[in-house]
Structures are given as C-alpha cells and as structure tokens.
C-alpha cells in the first residue's frame, strides 16, 4: 500500500509547491509509482506539470465536494511514473461549501485517497497555505507531513501554530499522523543569515531535518514557467542536484525504517 505525505506549511512561498513537483519527479525517476494531488486552488503545481488548467473539466474539487469518482480525474503526466489530479480555483470556495455540509465534512479526501492508496508507491499532496478544511482534510488524509522550511528572516514563526495544527489532528481524526521530515529551502550560503536558521530549525526539529538543504537557485524559479520539473528542465544544475539528493535521503530513510 502507498505512503501519502504531505507537503505542508501553512505559510505561503516558502518552496511547497517547488518541493512537491521537484521531490516527486526525483522519487519517481527512481523508479516509485506516484500520484500528486493539487489541493493549492492557486493550481501552481498543476501547471509546474505542464498541465494547461483551462483544458481541465473535473478536478479534486469536483471529488471533494461533488463526490466525483478520484479516478475519473487522474491525469497521465508526461513525466515518468508522475500522475497528478489537479486542482481549481473553485476549491477557493470549498472551504465555505464544506463547512456547511453536514457529517463526515473533515475526511471527504481521506476516503477518496483510500481507493487509490494501493495504485502507487508515494501520494503527495500540495496543501494551501491556510489552517482551514481543506488542510485539516488533507492531514487527515495522509501517513506523514513534509514540511518546507525557507532560510530567511522568521523562519520559526507560525511553526508552533503549525505543529498545534498537526497535534490537533493526531488527537482528533489521524492518530498515527508523522512528521516525515523537514526540509530547508531556498538556502544562501553567502548569508550569515541562512546559515543561522538552518541551526535553529536543527535545533527546533532535533534529528527531523533532511541532510540535504536545497539552495536558492534561479533554475528552480524558471522551471514551472516551462512546465517542467527541474530535472526535465535542466538536469544539470544545483537545483536539480538537490532535489535528486533529498530524494535519494527520502527513500533511504523510507528503507531503513521497513
Ligand atoms: P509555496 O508553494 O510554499 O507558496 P513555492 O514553491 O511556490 O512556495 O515558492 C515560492 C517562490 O519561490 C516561487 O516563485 C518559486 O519559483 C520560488 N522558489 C522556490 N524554491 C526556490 C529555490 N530553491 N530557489 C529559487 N527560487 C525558488
Ligand atoms: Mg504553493
């Protein structure tokens, strides 16, 4: 059975979706079966997938709210071994319309995930930067939470508020909900600044934080303008390293536990 992860920072820009799409197609280049699921109404990783939005008829939004069939909406990337299930903007307004509906409202997405959970090796879902339903959804969707971390000025702030969040649904709707790992992002090895964070983060999140730091780098801020991964885009370059490296620590973390 698949492993459904995450990507979760309830701040926006600090590397999610870029570490959704880079990680995945670095994990799936290695040969695992993967599902990626939009739950961004932004759409920033549907389209960092090449997949043009305004072609789309049904979404994770339609699973969601109108129970829709989760299968009837995968789409077979381009990319090897990458399928994704794309988001809309109407799920903007799908935090309101959930919390209307009665019963069961918190674990809509965590009962379509369940039939396709045997389909793949790892799910990763983008969440929005928010604390609402559909995050509180998403974490009770999923085995484990990534969590992007930018090195920048107040790194550690809404960290707390984030892992009440995560305590909250342990306690509640996923007691075995994880912390899978914590990765650094956009590091600038020319700042003393960047190199402070990483300590307080190590500090913060004890032995969670992945050896592998992804640096800034301006190939990564290209790429989704090209709809592409990084290692599609441009194999070669720092960014593209990185995120082959997380992923090669991700899945050796992965082996040694089992
Ligand atoms: P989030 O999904 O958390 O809002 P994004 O992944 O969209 O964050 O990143 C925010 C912005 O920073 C995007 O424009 C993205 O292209 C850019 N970015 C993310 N990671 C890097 C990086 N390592 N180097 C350079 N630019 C990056
Ligand atoms: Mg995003």
Not at 16 to 28: G, P
Not at 224 to 250: R, T, V
């Amino acid at each position: 059975m698949g492993k459904v992860v995450a990507i979760f920072n309830q701040k926006g820009g600090v590397g999610k979706t870029t570490t959704n799409v880079n990680l995945s197609a670095c994990i799936a280049q290695k040969g695992k079966k993967i599902c990626v699921i939009d739950i961004d109404p932004q759409g920033n990783t549907t389209s960092g997938f090449g997949i043009d939005k305004s072609t789309i008829e049904n979404t994770i939004y339609d699973v969601i709210i109108n129970d829709l069939d989760i299968r009837s909406v995968i789409i077979t990337t381009e990319f090897d071994q990458l399928d994704l299930i794309p988001s809309s903007q109407h799920l903007a307004g799908a935090e309101i319309e959930l919390a209307t509906q009665e019963g069961e409202r918190e674990i809509k997405l965590k009962k379509a995930i369940n039939q396709i959970k045997d389909d793949y090796d790892y799910i990763f879902l983008d969440c929005p930067p928010s604390l609402g339903l559909l995050t509180i959804n998403s974490l009770a969707a999923v085995d484990s939470v990534l969590i992007p971390i930018q090195c920048e000025y107040y790194a550690l702030e809404g960290v707390s508020q984030l892992m009440n969040t995560i305590q909250l649904v342990k306690k509640s709707l996923n007691p075995s909900l994880e912390v899978q790992g914590v990765v650094l992002s956009m590091f600038d090895g020319r700042t003393n600044l960047s190199i402070q964070v990483v300590d307080e983060v190590k500090n913060y999140f004890k032995g969670k934080v992945y050896t592998t730091i992804i640096p800034r780098n301006v190939r990564l801020a290209e790429a989704p303008s090209h709809g592409q991964p990084i290692i599609y885009y441009d194999e070669k370059s720092k960014g593209a390293e990185a995120y082959k490296d997380l992923a090669e620590e991700f899945i050796d973390l992965e082996e040694d536990v089992i």
